[in-house]
């Protein structure tokens, strides 16, 4: 593919939802506008669903492949078995390759809803293929490219440390094996999350000194809340790609305003002037921050559902949420007559995993029983032919009707 040296269109790629560039924008720029092809990379290690956060690097990634580079995406199946330590307080539980496999296998399609699939400059890899490869004697020669003292400087390590938490040792070798990704596929840049910055410029290190050879890094901003955690499965906030458009709106419309700003740059399509035009309205108070958040819900789930899913999905929000109606369609689950614990029923119908989960709900007063919060949670149930609207949450209903 012929090589696009636009200069505004570079200057988006090299601004919009950046955080930093390694060794500077400046270095960056005069390659991209040189006309040169290069190859990047994005590593995501197949440890749970994809979500909004993977999506934010990923739309960097097309960026530049519209610009004509070779883009690869690549699936950590051996890095995942290790887990990468960033932000984590405690040492994941290791993953066999069946769970490896199960969360993989959607993947493809789902960044497909990003990156352009058809074209012939992206691929997918997967580091199992070379890192298996390793004898002890590649792993003594990888690990003498850095010290000690540098690996412990991890932020998360520190912090374990002080806390007389453990870091076992394949998490301190893990930034190793993420560089010898670099090495091996030879690349000119990584992109990542800013949380990744360690680890990608580990990659930069052991290519300075194998290939001598210049690794750009660049990190993109990160969706994090007024405490300053990132959005994430641990804190219950995170979009997974795969939820359904009124789930991914909705939890949009709870995330808390200080999010619509970057939000709107980072996990939108919208051009980025009339992002910033937003941004300028937003904190100058020229417009109703709810009114923008809604824009925002209805782009994101436009991105991985289409524009008509997107307005069914702002249409359901208006109705059930704003003007407090139940939706016009709501599942209905046909069981035996009789009475039965409220905890049983909110499994049974899917609205909590377990019975620990449904306590939890029913606790928090996260569920409604014909529109009335209940907090027993050895509450119990008649199951009648006129049927009992369960009510989790601000967006999911179940009828049980007697069958």
Not at 316 to 325: G, L, N, S, Y
Request: hydrophobic share 35%; glycine share 6%; with cysteine.
């Amino acid at each position: 593919m012929k090589i696009i040296t636009d200069k505004n269109k570079i200057e988006e790629f090299l601004t919009r939802g950046v955080e930093n560039i390694y060794p500077n924008k400046e270095a960056l720029e005069k390659v991209l506008l040189s006309g040169k092809k290069l190859r990047i990379y994005n590593g995501i290690d197949p440890t749970g669903k994809l979500h909004i956060g993977h999506s934010v690097v990923l739309k960097k990634l097309r960026e530049l492949q519209d610009l004509g580079h070779e883009v690869i995406v690549l699936i950590g199946d051996f890095t995942a078995r290790i887990g990468d330590p960033t932000d984590k307080m405690a040492t994941r539980k290791p993953l066999t390759e069946k769970e490896i496999k199960k969360n993989v296998a959607s993947y493809k399609k789902l960044i497909g809803k990003i990156l352009d699939l058809k074209r012939s400059n992206v691929r997918f890899v997967y580091n199992e293929k070379w890192s298996n490869r390793l004898k002890p004697s590649d792993m003594l020669e990888l690990a003498s490219y850095f010290t000690v003292s540098r690996l412990l400087e991890r932020d998360m390590f520190q912090r374990r440390f002080k806390e007389g938490k453990d870091v076992s040792a394949n998490e301190f070798l893990y930034p190793i094996f993420q560089a010898y990704d670099s090495v091996t596929m030879d690349v000119d840049m990584e992109i990542g999350g800013n949380d990744q910055t360690f680890n990608m410029l580990a990659g930069r290190t052991l290519m300075r000194k194998i290939k001598n050879k210049e690794k750009f890094v660049l990190t993109t901003k990160l969706l994090v809340d007024p405490s300053g955690k990132k959005m994430g499965k641990t804190e219950g906030n995170m979009i997974n790609l795969d939820e359904e458009p009124s789930d991914m709106y909705g939890k949009v419309m709870s995330w808390p305003d200080e999010l619509i700003s970057v939000g709107l740059e980072i996990c939108t399509n919208l051009p980025f002037s009339e992002v910033k035009k937003m941004q300028e309205e937003l904190k100058n108070g020229k417009i109703n921050p709810r009114d923008l958040k809604m824009r925002l819900a209805f782009e994101i789930v436009k991105i991985y559902h289409g524009e008509k899913k997107a307005r069914e999905a702002e249409e359901h929000f208006v109705r059930t949420i704003q003007k407090k109606e139940i939706p016009e369609e709501v599942l209905e689950l046909k069981l035996e007559a009789g009475s039965r614990k409220l905890v049983d029923l909110l499994v049974e119908a899917n609205l909590a995993g377990t019975k620990s989960d449904a306590r939890r709900l029913i606790e928090q007063g996260g569920i409604r029983i014909d529109g009335e919060v209940i907090r027993d949670v050895n509450k119990e149930i008649k199951i009648t032919a006129d049927g009992v609207l369960i009510q989790r949450g601000k967006r999911r209903f179940v009828k049980i009707i007697a069958s």
